[in-house]
């Protein structure tokens, strides 16, 4: 698995090294002050530095996670095929954690590249759509991949009423995963459509949206399956 980790953000690293090689200009603006305008400037390699994030950490998790395995004999019960460990939410809670870390960390990556690319003069204008999306890619991989590291939880949340309630769980899981990366999308169109208005409302739709549909409503859906169940279970 780990090793699958590190090709993939291996490969997500060249790509995006591609683009700055061949689209980006020789100098741009390398670091903004506080207040959103430009500081310093700079060639356009000290983007690599954004670009190799996600694998350093990715191959420092690999070296430890394998010095782990070398001194320990108890291993992982990971199927043959580490993609379906990864759709399906098998993987412990480190592997998870690792796949947050580098997904969030390319994704940032690309944001600064993006900025780069655009020749942007004042990155605060940005900021509330960045962080938008960086909210919406964040929900996308909790109720996509992270949300069924536990039975019992929804959106990464444990729920009381689904602890011994297995089938109104698998339920409520699946609905919360496709009502997560629904809301996740939404919530990008909205960031990206924020930027071509120069308004923040859209930004704010996207929070409440992400907000309400990838965490109130599953959550709200989860109680009515688990008591339906219970109703079936009693007659």
């Known amino acids: 698995m780990r090793k699958l980790i590190f090709t993939l953000t291996s490969v997500n690293a060249v790509l995006n090294a591609l683009v700055i ?119 996308v991989f909790i109720t996509s991949i992270y949300n069924n590291a536990a039975p019992n939880s929804v959106c990464g949340i444990k729920l009381r009423w689904l602890d011994h309630n297995k089938k109104a769980a698998r339920r409520a899981n699946k609905l919360s995963m496709y009502l997560g990366v629904m809301s996740g999308m939404i919530g990008v169109l909205l960031a990206a459509w924020s930027l071509v208005v120069s308004s923040n409302l859209p930004n704010c739709i996207a929070i409440a949206e992400l907000l309400i549909v990838s965490y109130i409503i599953p959550i709200f859906l989860s109680y009515i399956l688990s008591k339906k169940n219970n109703n079936r279970n009693l007659k």
């Open 21 to 139: 090689a061949l689209f980006m200009e020789p100098e741009i603006i390398v670091l903004y002050k506080l207040d959103g305008t430009p500081g310093i400037t700079g060639s356009r390699w000290w983007y690599l530095l954004y670009v190799m994030l996600p694998v350093v950490v990715s191959a420092v998790f690999s070296y430890k996670d394998f010095l782990k395995e070398k001194a320990s004999a108890k291993q992982e019960e990971l199927s043959s095929d580490p993609i379906e460990d990864i759709l399906y939410g098998k993987l412990p809670h480190n592997y998870n954690t690792l796949l947050m870390a580098v997904w969030i960390l390319a994704i940032i990556s690309w944001i600064m590249t993006g900025i780069a690319l655009n020749n942007i003069d004042n990155i605060s204008v940005i900021l509330p759509s960045i962080i938008v999306i960086m909210l919406s890619a964040v929900t």
